[in-house]
């Protein structure tokens, strides 16, 4: 529950009473000592909507815990976690298991299906083809190929990037938070077309901070950023947008669609104003299902 804090998403169904007084008190200390024990350090009074959803992961851990769960399944649970965040869960879930709880890991990643599981069930077109120990399987090529039934390439062949003129260019950019933090430290790099820009590192270290000043959604405190050798730092998200920008957020479900409205509606929330898809104000539906 996104307006809740921590500890109250952690206790959410079994609050501890007395008389039918809250002991939040109690439960505070429980949650401190489980993320302690277990290396899933939180703040209990964080509303859920100002962590990341690296954090909230480790929230839905933590809760499951405090219940005392015999069989907890985890679906997907590194989708969103950094290296490091997903060796520390991986710790920990071999420390449960080895306190006799069943633990069952559902995942695409096969290195961290051969590298935390004692049995793998493959499954393909929801049907089992083979549960076999992990110790039966000699890399996760093989693992693949079962999921698959056909052999993969264990080399990548890549052609170098045929790239053009320098579409982005950030130079010196920083960023201070509204407590005073700075979040971005003279950051500076090129983007060309026909290139591709990987940007690394630990969850909360200024990524989503850097690509929201580059879209215009945070006002950078200075530096710049020019496309095509215009400077466009700090417009509007809308001029951009007009520019040829597009920003797919980390968080999709949060800040990319709204999930009350239809695939075509939410599709329109940046060209409702094309005259295409509308007429003095008025949305062309017809034409807009038609077009999508």
């Known amino acids: ?11 959410l169904g079994v609050e501890p009473n007395k008389m039918g007084f809250l002991q939040k008190q109690e439960a505070r200390k429980k949650v401190i000592d489980l993320s302690e024990k277990y290396g899933l350090h939180v703040d209990p009074d964080a509303l859920i909507e100002d962590i990341t959803v690296g954090m909230q992961q480790r929230v839905e851990i933590l809760k499951a815990l405090y219940r005392k769960v015999k069989l907890l399944i985890l679906d997907e649970p590194t989708a969103v ?27 695409h990643k096969l290195m961290e299906i051969m590298e935390i599981s004692d049995r793998c069930t493959i499954l393909r077109q929801g049907k089992v083809v083979r549960t076999v120990p992990i110790s039966e399987i000699s890399d996760r090529y093989e693992l693949a190929a079962l999921m698959i039934d056909k052999e993969l390439a264990r080399s990548l062949e890549k052609s170098p990037a045929k790239c053009g003129q320098t579409v982005l260019e950030v130079e010196g950019l920083n960023y201070v938070d509204a407590h005073k933090v700075q979040r971005l430290h003279d950051v500076s790099f090129s983007v060309r077309s026909g290139e591709i820009l990987g940007v690394c590192g630990v969850d909360g270290n200024g990524q989503s901070e850097l690509v929201r000043c580059i879209t215009g959604l945070l006002p950078a405190s200075s530096g710049s950023v020019r496309i095509d050798g215009e400077d466009c730092t700090n417009e509007p998200p809308r001029a951009l947008l007009k520019k040829g920008f597009a920003h797919i957020p980390e968080d999709r479900h949060k800040m990319a669609v709204l999930k009350d409205m239809t695939v075509s509606e939410n599709l329109m929330l940046l060209n409702y104003r094309d005259s295409d898809h509308s007429s003095h104000g008025i949305l062309r539906w017809k034409k807009i299902d038609r077009i999508n």
Do not use: H, K, W, Y
């Open 1 to 11: 529950v996104e307006c809740f804090s921590v500890l109250d998403n952690i206790i």
């Open 81 to 107: 976690l950094t290296p490091q965040e997903s060796e520390s869960l991986f710790e920990m879930i071999r420390s449960l298991a080895q306190q006799g709880m069943t633990v069952i890991f559902i995942s």
